[in-house]
């Protein structure tokens, strides 16, 4: 078994009903487990919820946590997988003074090399939008905080496999 740390996303196919946030995070909460991302939106199975959590953990404890997290009664199925078994975005909202926009001629050149996109300008801010692996909102980040920065976010990770999942027909035969 691995007992090396690393981040692992952990992919959770539930039913939709209140509480099961509480009862996941506390799975994570008594093995002192900190979540680095979460992501709740719904999946490719009508009716079924997609959580998408990452976290920074040994592969042998993560199919612990995946065991603890399949009992939940509302939970069809839990997968988890490396980085390199998917392929994921984060998105980061950058608020920044309008009047940089204009004055700044640096600012047009990050926002063109770092490929984001304005959302949205009026006369007292402007707002970027950023996807892509979380060191590209980190470094656009590091670089329009020289300027000053009103508002920042990044969302959780999301993420698609690689390698085709199987969560369809297992549907089916749960729903039958």
């Given amino acids: 078994m691995n007992k090396e740390k690393q981040l692992f996303t952990i992919s959770v196919y539930t039913e939709n009903n209140i509480g099961l946030l509480n009862r996941i995070s506390a799975i994570f909460q ?3 487990i900190n979540i680095e991302s979460l992501n709740i939106s719904p999946s490719e ?11 920074n ?10 065991g603890q997290i399949e009992k939940q009664v509302e ?17 980061g ?14 600012i047009q050149n990050i ?11 009026n006369k007292e801010f402007f707002v970027l939008e950023k996807s892509g692996k979380k060191e590209e909102i980190v470094a656009l980040h590091n670089q329009l905080s020289d300027f ?26 749960y729903n039958n």
């Fill in 57 to 66: 953990m040994a592969e042998d404890n993560v199919k612990k946590i995946i």
């Fill in 30 to 32: 008594r093995r002192h």
């Fill in 111 to 121: 926002i063109k090399e770092s490929n984001a996109r304005i959302v949205t300008v």
């Fill in 148 to 173: 000053g920065i009103m508002q920042y976010t990044r969302s959780g990770l999301i993420a698609v496999t690689k390698e085709e999942m199987k969560i369809s027909e297992l549907l089916e035969t």
């Fill in 75 to 91: 939970v069809i199925k839990a997968y988890y997988h490396d980085l390199d078994e998917i392929i994921y975005q984060i998105s």
């Fill in 45 to 55: 199975i009508e009716e079924v919820a997609k959580f998408t959590i990452v976290v």
């Fill in 93 to 106: 909202l950058f608020k920044i003074k309008s009047e940089l926009l204009f004055e700044e001629r640096q």
